[in-house]
Structures are given as C-alpha cells and as structure tokens.
C-alpha cells in the first residue's frame, strides 16, 4: 500500500495541470477574499449589518468565504481517478496492481491528502490576505495625517500600532477559529470528488455533476427542505466550520461539526465503493 | 518454467458481440509464439483476458495455475506491451516508467537501464505528449520490461516502429525469448499480436491462429508449414536433360518460365539426381508455403471481407462493398 500510495503521489507531481488547480485556488482565495473585503457600502456584514473593519466578525466574514476552495478539491478528487480513464492510464495503473480495489483505497487517501494540502494553502493565503488588507487600512490612516506635523505624527504612529496589534490579534483568532473546518472540509471533498469521479468515469461529467450539485441543487434543497439539506455535502463541509455557525445571522440549519465530517466521509466511501463495483470492475479496453 | 493455459476461455461484449469462443490454447516456454488472425479476430480481447483487464464471461485463462490478479506482484512475471495504453502527455517519459516502477518496488536504476535498452535515453526527460508513435511503443515496451518478467505479451509491437526498430524488435525477442529466465531456471514466453505475416514468420516458432474468436490452428509453424506444398525450382543450360532425369526418379518436373520446377519435390531430392548426371546449376531455390498463404487458407472467408481490388477508374471502395457498380468513395469519404 504504501507503493501504491507512493505512486499516487508521484502522479500528481509530475503534471503541471495539478499546480494549475492549486494556483487556481489561490487565485479565487484572493478573488473572493478582497473581493468581499471591499465591496462598498459594508455588504459583508450580512444580517448584522456593517461590521467595523478589523474587529473579529470582519475576520470572520472575509475568512470565511475561503471554504469555496473545497468545490476545486472535489474537481482534484474527481481528476485524481477519471485522469486515468481519459488518458488511458488506468492500463498500466491496473496491470502493475489488478486488485483494483486497492488502487482506488490509494486513491482515497491521496485524495484526502491533496484536499487537506489545498485546504492548507487557501488558509495560508487568507493569513496573506488578512495582512494584505490590516496593512492597506493603516497605510490609508496614515496618509492623509502624515504631513510633517511632528507631535500628532507620532500619536498617529501610536494609534495605529494600537490599532494594528489589535487587528492582527483578531485576525489570527478568527483564523485558527476557521482554519480546521476548511481544512478537513477540502480534505473530505476530494474524496467526496474521487468516489464521484470513481462511479461516473467520465471526467467532464463527473466534474459538472459535482459543480451542479454542490452549487445548484443543493442550494434549491436546502431552501426548500432545510432538514434534508443538512445532510447534503455542501452543507456537511460548512458545518464542519465552527465559525459559520455565527456568520451571516447564522440563518442555515446545520448538524454538529462530526456529524458534517461523517456525512461527508460516508458520501466519499460510499460512491467510490459503487463506483469500484460498478464501473471499475468493467473491462479496460 | 512458467506456462499459459486458456481453457475454454470466452467473452461476449454487451450480450451480442462474442469477440471469443470457447478458446482453448497452451503457450510453451522458450520461443516466441504469434497470436496471429485478422481484424476482430479478438486478439487484443484475449490478451487483455490473459492480464486480468477484462473479464472472461466463462473460462479462464491462467500463468503458472494462477489469475494474474492473483499475481502478488505482476510486473516482475509478465510484462506487456498493448495496443490502447496511455500516457498522459504532461508526464515525461522516466516519470512515466517510475510510476510503475515504484509500484512494482523497483529501483530507478532500473528505469534508466529499460530507457536504454528500448533507444529512449535522450528523450527521458521529454514530456510523452510529443512522443511520436514509435517512440511511444518503445516507451510500453520499457515498461514491460521493468520486471525482468519472464512471460512477455504484445499486442502489435511492431506498430510505428521504424525498419531499424523492427528488425531490432525481432532480434530482441528472439533472445529474450531463447534466454534462460536465470532466478527461476526455466525459459520465458513471448507472445506476439501481428498482421504482418513475413515478419512474423521470421520470428515465431508457435504459432496460434484466431478466427472469428475461435482457434483456428496451433503448433509449431514448421510442423505446420511442413505439411503444406513445397516445390523446388531451378535454372540450369540442361533443362530438358534435367527434367527427364526427375522424371525417372518419379518426380514431377517441368519447365516453366525458363526454369524446371518440381512440385512436392525438396532440394534434398533434387539436388542427388543433379549431381549424378553431372548437370550445370545456376540457381536452386526452395520454396515452402509461406505463413501469408497458410493464413489465408486458415482464415479464408472468416474475419472482415476486403474488397476485390480497385476499381479501373481508380476508384476506392469500402472493404465489405460487394463490386461497385458505380464510382464510390472510401470509408473516410463518405460520399457514398
Ligand atoms: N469494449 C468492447 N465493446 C464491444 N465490443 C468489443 C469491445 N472490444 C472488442 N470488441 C469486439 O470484439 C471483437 C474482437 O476484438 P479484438 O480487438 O479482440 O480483435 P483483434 O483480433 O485484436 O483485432 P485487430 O487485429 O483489429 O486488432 C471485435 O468484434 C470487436 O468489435
Ligand atoms: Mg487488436
């Protein structure tokens, strides 16, 4: 296993299309984080209204959104397994290991592992981010009051160094608050992506079912039967995020942070094992 | 010693297509036996049987008693090079074979030492996507031959490959197939897909032929060339003296084209009489049946029909048309 396991690995570093999708989420990270952080007229506050830049509830909105990072895990753990179909590389794969359900047991796992390290870098990027933005404020402060007037500079000075550590203490707070529910949530959405890659095959409709869903259909269950809703992997991955419990008015029905990580897991298992025995139990021809 | 077993051995595609039929056939250790039969004979489904990627309906075909899937580690028993594997065409050709490699526990050593042996050394660190296809096939083959296995199987080797690589092809597993496999004291199997029938012929010493999923004839290709027509030919200045010295010795010669030719005879017959009649010779060539002619008359009617030539106005036609009677085009035209 721990050949297979090896090899899984080699697979993805060794094609640039995966630091593509890494880059991609660093890309969209920034996107949605400054994209949220700056939006005129305070829209982030959700129901609580504007919420003062830099205190913790700011933190929290703009982290927050960093969990859009887990619908690219789901499309790495989708590749991860239909790859092999769509350049024919399961040839190989199969003939240097025929038990196939050895290989999509690898396959999980890396999935798992490549989910957490994407989940890693976005909230990595989100520490950037949360800099980025605790900086540009004091830069803005400063600026219009830094005209050489010796003694109200240096206040000035102060109030911002004040200001700053204050900041940078909600800042990492609210970080390490989120850090783990993104974290594991990108980990378990690969998954969920390999087992829906692992029974659908084809990789085009495997990655646009899981977009679909997650994005389409979820959200129309969720409004309609908030009970079922819960259950679904979206939904699943967003409880896993303590945090989100007190964002945005915390408007959604949600199950306990375990019993998202259950869910999510039993959906992963669940499709890569049908789809071991359905669609890679089929010929390679 | 290892051996390859096939009994009864079937496959039906979708309930309808039964690409083989109750396939029996033993393939022995030390020489390279041809898998030979014409388009959709079901060659490639036979051996993808035989390596565990697809799934026999009924039979089974076994190496050394065993299902490959049962194999603990394939890659160091049969190594195989096939017609539809992939590459992804980012990876570079050394990660590629690491891939296996690091499945198999082989060292990287290895890998190296299999890029050389198939001519791809300056190309290793070449991303696959701009392999041409012979490259391509020299890549499988050092794939397959990671493992050192001792049962190697191709389908098609020869597809794409240059006159060099073929000829290097054939002697390569001329030897691969006569050496010892030295852990196991025993000798190897090779098995060759192949359309091309005069290269096969120089390399097989087995010989199974496939017709519409069925065996049509296994053995050894001399036994089975044996027992087909041979003839003798030869250009002498004393015909006429050399035909009626056959003639008593009970062969039947005549002059054909300026040459006496001598049906069923062999040179071994031939060449007695000619020396004791003291006759001038300036070309003696023997002649068997080749493997083309065999496989026609194993094969004749079954598999795809091609068309009856071309049509004098240079018009093509598709291979199952039966005579056109007006001009039509190919299969890639579409007109018709
Ligand atoms: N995946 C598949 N689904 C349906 N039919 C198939 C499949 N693979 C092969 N067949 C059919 O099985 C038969 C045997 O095919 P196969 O590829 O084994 O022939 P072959 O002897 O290798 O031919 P060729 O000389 O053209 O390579 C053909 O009729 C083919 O159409
Ligand atoms: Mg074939």
Redo the contacts with the bound molecule.
């Keep these: 296993m721990t050949r297979l396991l090896g090899a899984e690995i080699r697979k993805l570093w060794t094609i640039w299309s995966t630091y593509v999708l890494f880059g991609i989420v660093v890309v969209i990270d920034l996107a949605f984080g400054f994209g949220l952080a700056l939006a005129p007229g305070g829209r982030h506050g959700g129901s609580a209204g504007v919420v003062p830049h830099g205190s913790s509830q700011w933190f929290i909105n703009v982290f927050s959104v960093l969990d859009v990072s887990r619908i690219l895990a789901l499309v790495l753990g989708a590749i991860i397994i239909t790859g092999e179909y769509r350049h024919k590389t399961v040839t190989p794969t199969f003939l240097a290991e025929p038990r196939r359900g050895r290989v999509v047991t690898a396959k999980l796992g890396i999935s798992f592992g490549s989910g957490v390290v994407l989940g890693a870098l976005t909230m990595v990027t989100g520490l950037v981010l949360g800099f980025v933005l605790v900086a540009m404020k004091v830069h803005s402060c400063l600026t219009p009051l830094g005209v050489s007037q010796g003694m109200s500079q240096a206040l000035c000075g102060v109030r911002h160094g004040v200001y700053y550590v204050a900041t940078t203490h909600n800042m990492w707070h609210d970080w390490s608050r989120i850090a783990p529910g993104v974290v594991l949530g990108t980990g378990l959405f690969a998954i969920y992506g390999l087992g829906l890659g692992a029974l659908l095959k084809n990789q085009i409709v495997a990655i646009v079912v899981g977009l679909v869903f997650t994005l389409v259909v979820e959200a129309i269950v969720g409004a309609i039967w908030p009970t079922i809703g819960e259950y679904l992997p979206g939904q699943a991955a967003t409880a896993l995020e303590d945090a989100a419990r007190t964002n945005f008015g915390g408007t959604t029905q949600l199950l306990p942070w375990w019993g998202g990580a259950c869910m999510l897991l039993i959906y992963g298992i669940a499709l890569a094992f049908l789809g071991t025995f359905t669609t890679l139990r089929s010929?390679v021809? | 010693m290892a051996t390859i077993q096939a009994r009864g051995l079937t496959k039906r595609?979708?309930g309808e297509?039964l690409?083989?039929d109750h396939l029996d056939f033993d393939a022995v250790p030390g020489g390279v036996t041809g898998f030979l039969?014409?388009?959709?004979?079901?060659?490639?489904?036979?051996l993808r049987m035989l390596l565990g990627l697809v799934t026999p309906t009924s039979g089974s075909v076994l190496i050394d008693g065993h299902r490959y899937r049962d194999l603990p580690n394939p890659t160091m028993r049969v190594g195989a090079v096939l017609?539809a594997s992939g590459f992804h065409p980012a990876r570079t050709a050394r990660n590629h074979l690491k891939l296996t490699a690091t499945v198999a526990g082989l060292p990287f050593r290895r890998v190296d030492e299999c890029l050389d042996l198939v001519g791809l050394s300056e190309a290793a660190d070449r991303s696959v996507g701009g392999f041409s296809m012979g490259m391509r096939q020299r890549l499988e083959l050092a794939r397959a031959m990671l493992g050192k296995p001792d049962v190697l199987v191709l389908?098609?080797p020869a597809n794409g490959l240059d006159p060099q690589g073929i000829a290097w092809l054939r002697d390569f597993l001329r030897v691969y197939a006569s050496e010892g496999a030295s852990d196991r004291g025993g000798k190897r199997i090779v098995i060759v897909?192949s359309?091309l029938l005069s290269e096969a012929q120089l390399i097989v010493d087995d010989v199974i032929v496939?017709t519409g999923?069925r065996l049509a004839a296994q053995g050894r290709l001399q036994d089975l060339l044996a027992g087909s027509k041979r003839s003798v030919r030869v250009q002498t200045p004393d015909a006429e003296r050399l035909v009626q010295a056959l003639r008593a010795a009970s062969l039947p010669a005549v002059v054909r084209d300026g040459y006496v030719v001598c049906d069923g005879a062999t040179p071994q017959a031939v060449g007695p009489i000619m020396v004791e009649n003291r006759i001038e010779v300036h070309e003696m060539v023997s002649s068997t049946e080749s493997l083309e002619s065999l496989f026609f008359a194993l094969t004749g009617g079954e598999g795809m029909q091609v068309g009856h030539g071309v049509a004098s106005t240079g018009d093509y036609r598709r291979f199952d048309d039966g005579p056109a009677a007006s001009p039509s085009v190919g299969p890639i035209g579409g007109q018709a």
């Design positions: 010929d021809t | 595609f979708g297509v690409a083989v039969g014409p388009n959709g004979a079901g060659k490639t489904t036979t017609e389908d098609e897909s359309h496939l999923g």
